[in-house]
């Protein structure tokens, strides 16, 4: 079991950054997939980008690459999210999760096992 809590949420400008943190707790986290999603309001929950259990090469949607940039330090049970160049239309509660890295490059997708409670970001305009 792993357990998830999110931080680093807040209001920004468009164009701004935010750099999502995810702690993680259990012996496990670094057996794990780790990865973001978000939920905009009445839309449903997307995969936003994933890193493998060894840190290896990240995966993210098409919607955020070369914007944001997905981490982990499993000596610390980190995992953290820097988003720039946001826009107002990613406003949206982030979730951390943990899981495991399903489909082949360059369709490589986050399975959720696990989620934290969500941060909320807002992209003023």
């Known amino acids: 079991q792993v357990q998830l809590v999110e931080s680093g949420g807040g209001l920004v400008q468009a164009g701004g950054s935010l750099r999502l943190s995810c702690a993680a707790s259990?012996?496990?986290?670094?057996?794990?997939?780790m990865g973001w999603f978000r939920q905009a309001p009445g839309n449903e929950r997307e995969f936003v980008g994933g890193?493998?259990?060894?840190?290896?090469?990240?995966y993210y949607a098409d919607s955020v690459k070369g914007r944001f940039t997905i981490s982990r330090d499993n000596a610390k049970n980190t995992v953290h999210l820097q988003m720039n160049g946001l826009k107002p239309e990613e406003t949206a509660v982030y979730y951390c999760?943990?899981?495991?890295?399903?489909?082949?490059?360059?369709?490589?997708?986050?399975?959720?096992?696990?989620w934290g409670q969500g941060t909320l970001v807002t992209v003023s305009s």
């Open positions: 999760a943990a899981g495991v890295m399903v489909g082949v490059p360059p369709s490589v997708r986050l399975q959720p096992d696990h």
């Open positions: 259990g012996r496990t986290f670094s057996s794990y997939a």
């Open positions: 890193i493998s259990w060894s840190g290896g090469r990240p």
